[in-house]
């Protein structure tokens, strides 16, 4: 089957637009997962899915960033008003949400953001 | 708090030779370790994980990993390097105890460089 897939795989935006990162996560995992990858801060956490459950916002850096999941699926990271430090590789990762979580993610080939 | 420390930037081998990456960790309870690889403009690939069990535990492409709890590490092994296997390796820890906790905390990474 399909792996989790991730679109754009580039974008370049200017200072201050706001960008939107779309994941596909492989079917039937119910646990979604957001991280960036970036020179300076290695891989960062930013939000977690499990199912109908409450996200985890704990690794979002600022209020600039959102990010929703529509009908346990498909997700959006939003960035608002983005700034040249947003500049980095943004992963999707996906499992399948067993209890207790012990599971392994897969990720998918990840949105390069460049904000000139 | 969990953390990982990968405290080589880059590791150089020879092809054929055996290969070492090494991690370490810090939990709180018990760790759930893991071993990615990432090529060039892709996604983390998983190679291997360690929940309980075998300390000895191997993974894809030829990889294994020692946990060793007393030295709280877990160092990525290969008995013979290929040129393919060069590549940027992340280790990356959960703890187990943490049940609210589901992401992954990631070392910097290490670079592996196999030469023909």
């Known amino acids: 089957g399909a792996g989790v897939s991730q679109s754009p795989s580039n974008k370049v935006t200017e200072k201050g637009k706001d960008v939107e990162l779309r994941c596909d996560p492989i079917s039937g995992h119910t646990a979604l997962y957001w991280y960036r990858q970036s020179l300076g801060q290695g891989l960062e956490f930013l939000i977690y899915?499990?199912?109908?459950?409450?996200?985890?916002k704990s690794g979002l850096p600022s209020d600039r960033f959102s990010a929703e999941r529509t009908g346990g699926s498909v997700s959006t990271l939003t960035i608002q008003r983005t700034q040249q430090e947003d500049s980095a590789v943004y992963l999707c990762?996906?499992?399948?949400?067993?209890?207790?979580?012990?599971?392994?993610?897969?990720f998918g080939p990840g949105t390069r953001l460049l904000v000139l | 708090a969990q953390s990982v420390a990968q405290p080589e930037d880059q590791v150089n081998v020879a092809e054929g030779n055996p290969l070492t990456v090494k991690c370490t960790y810090s939990?709180?309870?018990?760790?759930?370790l893991f071993w990615y690889v990432q090529y060039p403009n892709r996604g983390l690939q998983f190679l291997l994980k360690y929940i309980t069990g075998d300390n000895l535990v191997k993974g894809s492409y030829g990889f294994e990993a020692e946990f060793n709890k007393s030295q709280t590490s877990f160092h990525l092994k290969k008995p013979s390097a290929l040129v393919s296997d060069s590549a940027l390796y992340f280790c990356?820890?959960?703890?187990?105890?943490?049940?609210?906790?589901?992401?992954?905390?990631f070392g910097s990474g290490t670079r592996l460089q196999v030469q023909p």
């Open positions: 899915f499990q199912g109908n459950s409450a996200p985890d």
């Open positions: 939990v709180s309870g018990n760790p759930y």
């Open positions: 990356a820890v959960r703890d187990i105890m943490d049940t609210g906790r589901r992401a992954l905390t």
């Open positions: 990762a996906s499992s399948p949400g067993l209890a207790g979580g012990l599971e392994t993610q897969y």
